[in-house]
Structure formats: C-alpha cells, structure tokens
C-alpha cells in the first residue's frame, strides 16, 4: 500500500497529505440523494467523483467503507425548516404513498448509477431506518445544552455553540453576517435565532410521515441524518465526507455543528466538494427549461439535446474535467468526448493486438509513474486522461512501426490501460455490448432461414424440433407470412 496521495480539505481550505486514521481501514461518507424525482445530470456528478475516489483507494488496497445514504424523510421545500416535504408534495401530486415515491425514485437512481459504472456504496442508510439513532443524537445535544425544545419542536442554538466552539468554520460565513442577513420567514417564529436550525419538527396534523418522540409526533430535520448514520457507521471520527458543493452550506456546516455538539469534537478529517454542472454556460434549474434527466440525456430525449449521449460518454466526459471544476454541458463538448472515448476504446483493440519487439523504445514506467502522480494530485482525472492519451500516441506508433515494445513492457501498456481506464476511471467498452447484440440478431435469423427450409422441404419434426430446443432456451418464434420474429421470455 503505497500512499502519495494529497486531497483538497474544504475544512483547511488547502491541499493536504492524505492519511488514513485507521489504515488500511478508510470511512468515506457521501451525502446521497433525496428521492423524490428522476435522477438527473446534477445526480451524476458527485456520483462519478465519489466514485473514482472509492476505486482509486480500493486500487492502492485500502479497505474501504463507502457509505452514501437515502433521504427518504425530513428534506422540506426549498430545504427550509417550514414548508411540505420534498416526498409528500410528490406523493400527494402522484396519489402515492410517500414509500411509493421513494422506492420509484430510488429504483430509477440505482439504475442509472449502475449505466454510468459507479461501484455500489458499502452501505446505503435510509434517514426513514435511523430514527431512533437520531432522536437519540437530539437527547446528547439538549444534554450538551446546545439545543432548546419549543412547543414540541427541538432546535440547535447556532449562538448558544458559537459562544464554545465556532460556527461557520467549513463555509467561512460569520455568524454576525448571517444574523445580518438573514430575514424572518413565517413560521419561523419558535426559533430564537433564523439561523437555528431544526433537528425534530413536530408534525402538523396532515403530515404523513411521523414518529413518536419524546417531544412529539415528527419527524427529523434535514441536516441531523447525516450526522447520525455517519457517526453509526464509520464512527465518532472519520477520514473523509464528500458531498455536491451546494451542500456546504448550510447541510454540511451544520453536521459539522451537530457531531461537535454531541461529542464535544470534529467527526470529519477531510471535507472534499465536487464543483456543479451548467448547461450551455447557465445554471440547471427546471425554471430555465435546462434540467437534464439521465434518462433523457441516455436516450437524445430532450430539446436541447442534438443526439444521445451513452452513460459513457457522459461519464468520460465528467472524468475530463477535475471535480472542484465547474463542467459545462453542450452538445459541441459531449460530442467531442463521444469521439475521444471512441479513440481511447479503439487504441485499447489495438493494443491487444500488438506483437512484442526485441527490446522497446518507450518509457512505460515513467508514463505509469505520471498517471499515479495525477491520480495522487487529489485526483487529477484530466491530467490522467491526457497521459492516457499520450499512450494512445504510442500504441498508435508501435502498431505502425515507427516505434517498439519488447514483451514485459508490451504487457506492462496492457496492465497500465486495464488499470486506468477500466479499474480506476471505471469506464467501460460499450462496443463489446452492442457486437454481442448484433451477433445474437445474425445467429437467431441464420437458425431462422435454416428452419424455413425445414418447413418448405416439409420437414416438420426438425423444424418443430428447433422451436422447442429454442423454446427451453427461453426464445419464442413467431410464425409470420414472410419468415418468423423472435423474443426473449
Ligand atoms: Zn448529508
């Protein structure tokens, strides 16, 4: 287990040497999605990015436990303490039950996690499962005398904590900005500060998804799941949280608060952010008409969209640009990574193909040196992918001649590009699916013809033979006046 790595602390602000606080143990904890609509272009980047973190540390053979949770229960519109939560609105618009809104939305997420080739977290906590850990957060939190309980609401005292430990460390925001800035909203009456934030609501009498408490019917704020399952399962402290930048603040700042309260020190060693996606230059947002779905982006389903852009695409286009980077989505980029990921693909063919020389005229272990470098430098995908392409140069070379690669350092290119592109970016050869479709489609309709003989030579045992035979292997014939359609059962 060799480690250079070095991460961007969002804490320090700075980049710092990565060490474990258990090796080779490593808890990474991802603020997961809210499950009340269809996964979109905003959804996959801190997928992919946590992602290539996960593979890159299981790579240097660090035992990793990778938890992302569900929100299921709590986020209120507009992420606010007041207001319908984001699943009920849903499911009250739909005629569903709030768990049939999640379960729906949660599927279709799985689903486009799996097409984009993101690993499976360790664990993915539902906030709906850990109530009991979070009221039981609640109780060490007004024990600490960090919280006060109104009309069988609790809050956090933002002031109250700041006067012991500091508030606004991770955003940088001073509390006498925010007191400055902030205006009274309605409802927020109970609180003794706007800045307060609520960790158990009480429920009103239409809300639908509610627990018994020591306060009262309700349910849990927003930011203290995070704060309960990380601490349930990696620990009092530790090594790193991710999340989407929009998270910082307030999400973060506050589980930073929450955690500090209750166990009167810092959970996290290592804040990391990925940067957000614009589209054409402007901000997603379902009010400018940009809002992507992956789905629609999968499928060229949009107006904005010229084609679609396979989960490969999209993921190596991702990969292109470092995560603290903004990424902006156009037609002319997604387009430019089609072609480049084709490139890649077909100089990896090629690379199999390649016979060894005597001796080589290529450095492979200064290019694989620079490749852990950039991977190192808090994991400089780009940087990567372009010493990547500089092997894509020399595989081009060898193949025509102009350049050598004796045997050991033939197999050692190999090793390089399967660890790279395959274990490392998690990309994946889409080719390899569709020639296994398409050599299907010509086996079928060659067994097709060949019962059609059978028939016109009136030689029905052997054709109902091959429909049997077909049959048991869960392939259907359906006899047509020019030939036979087939489908899987
Ligand atoms: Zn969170």
Redesign the pocket.
Known sequence: MQNNLAIFNSLSRKKEPFKPLHPPFIGVYV?GPTVYSDPHLGHARPAITFDLLYRYLTHLEYKVRYVR?I?DVGHLENDADEGEDKIEKKARLEHLEPMEVVQKYLNNFLKNMDELNTLHPSIEPRASGHIIEQQELIKEILDKGFAYEVNGSVYFDVLKYNEKYKYGKLSGRILEDLQANTRTLEGQDEKKNTFDFALWKKATPEHLMRWASPWSDGFPGW?L??SAMSTKYLGDVFDIHG?GMD?LFP??EC?IAQSTAAKGKESVRYWMHNNMITINGQKMARSLNNFITLDQLFKGEHPLLQQAYSPMTIRFFILQAHYRSTVDFSNEALQAAEKGLQKLMKAIETLKKLKPSLSSTIDISGLKGKCYEAMDDDLNSPVLISYLFEGVKYINAVNDGSEKLGAGDLDSMKTLFNTFVFDILGLRDESAGKSNEKLTGDLMNIIINLRQDAKNKKEWAASDRIREELKKAGIILNDKKDGAEWEEV
Do not use: D, P, V, Y
């Open positions: 603020c949770n929100t930011h799941e995070c999340g998270l999400h973060h589980e």
